[in-house]
């Protein structure tokens, strides 16, 4: 299995401009989490997804941040417009249900908006 | 609500010798697990070892074992023989039950240095 794979690796944009992250969890997995890691936030949960439905979005910021799972292969984050406050480490993770032993983390995206 | 507290921020370790890093958490699910990550210089998460809420004994994985003490609500992690390769931040992290769902909930993180 490849494993959680995450796009893109890194990103530098300017502010203002729409950012799309991409994650595709691994195949069975039923469980998809959005995570943002910064030195001052640590690790915040932004968003998970059971069966391609969103549970809980409390954790994204502001409406500038939004969501989706179309299916269970794709799932994509998008910030517009994006702001220098929002650049971080975005992770994408997968599990089964119960995710007792299979949360598995993709590499991570590093966004850096200047 | 969950809540996961790690309270040491960072520590030194010598070589060779064990070392425990503190976990405590909060949760009213009677249903949950306890999870610890290791997140090295080159950013990747890691797991290492898991232990549910009705497991009998604690849980071990090679050199790492789970300290799990349910009625004080902690989930110590203990690295027995340390290494140079794990320097790293360490994350405790649970997976609630009931409303909570599979969410995971991630601790602030310690960050362990280990001199040769």
């Known amino acids: 299995d490849a494993g959680v794979i995450q796009s893109p690796r890194h990103e530098v944009t300017e502010m203002g401009q729409e950012v799309t992250l991409r994650c595709k969890p691994i195949?069975?997995?039923?469980?998809l989490f959005w995570y943002r890691q910064t030195m001052m936030r640590g690790l915040e949960l932004l968003i998970y997804f059971n069966n391609n439905v969103p549970i809980d979005d409390s954790g994204m910021p502001e409406d500038r941040f939004s969501a989706k799972m179309p299916n269970a292969s794709f799932s994509t984050l998008k910030i517009q417009p994006s702001e220098p406050r929002d650049s971080a480490v975005y992770f994408c993770?997968?599990?089964?249900?119960?995710?007792?032993?299979?949360?598995?983390f993709g590499s991570g995206t590093r966004l850096t908006v200047v | 609500a969950q809540k996961i507290t790690q309270t040491q921020p960072g520590m030194f370790v010598q070589e060779k010798e064990a070392v425990t890093l503190d976990c405590t958490y909060d949760t009213s699910d009677p249903s949950y697990g306890l999870f610890w990550y290791k997140q090295p210089s080159s950013g990747e998460m890691i797991f290492l070892i898991y232990q549910g809420s009705y497991d009998q004994q604690n849980a071990t994985e090679g050199r790492y074992s789970l300290n799990f003490q349910k009625a004080r609500k902690s989930a110590n992690l203990v690295i027995s023989a340390s290494q140079l390769g794990d320097s790293a931040m360490y994350f405790c992290a649970m997976r609630g039950g009931g409303a909570a769902g599979n969410k995971l909930t991630f601790g602030g993180g310690t960050r362990v240095l280990v001199k040769p």
């Open positions: 993770a997968s599990s089964p249900i119960p995710g007792n032993y299979g949360y598995t």
């Open positions: 195949s069975g997995h039923n469980s």
